[in-house]
């Protein structure tokens, strides 16, 4: 059974930094492009960050410069630096397999919260 176990959430000040990791337990998880999403209370699920196979980013605007998206392949892996948090950032952050066409195709992870105070 697909799984996606996210990690690395907390309570930080702004300015401050976290790094959140996830786990996919899924089949061709290399040739896959993965994403990190968000949703803060009583909005929409938002895109963050993906990686594609190739390593190549995108980074939605909000957090260029600060965030930073990452994968190992061997673990099975996708991590998202976030550095010079601020309030904004907060919510529960996902991860999830992306296609471009169709949008996150795996079932959703718990999520790991994110709150930054001001």
């Known amino acids: 059974q697909v799984q996606l176990v996210e990690s690395g959430g907390g309570l930080v000040q702004a300015g401050g930094s976290l790094r959140l990791s996830c786990v996919a337990s899924?089949?061709?998880?290399?040739?896959?492009?993965m994403a990190w999403y968000r949703q803060a209370p009583g909005k929409q699920r938002d895109l963050v960050a993906t990686i594609s196979s190739g390593s190549s980013t995108y980074y939605r605007t909000s957090v260029k410069g600060r965030f930073s998206i990452s994968r190992d392949n061997a673990k099975k892996a996708v991590y998202l630096q976030m550095n010079n948090l601020e309030p904004e950032d907060t919510a529960v952050y996902y991860c999830?397999?992306?296609?471009?066409?169709?949008?996150?195709?795996?079932?959703w992870g718990q999520g790991t919260q994110v709150t930054v105070s001001s």
């Open positions: 899924v089949r061709d998880f290399s040739i896959k492009t």
């Open positions: 999830n397999a992306l296609n471009w066409n169709s949008g996150p195709f795996l079932n």
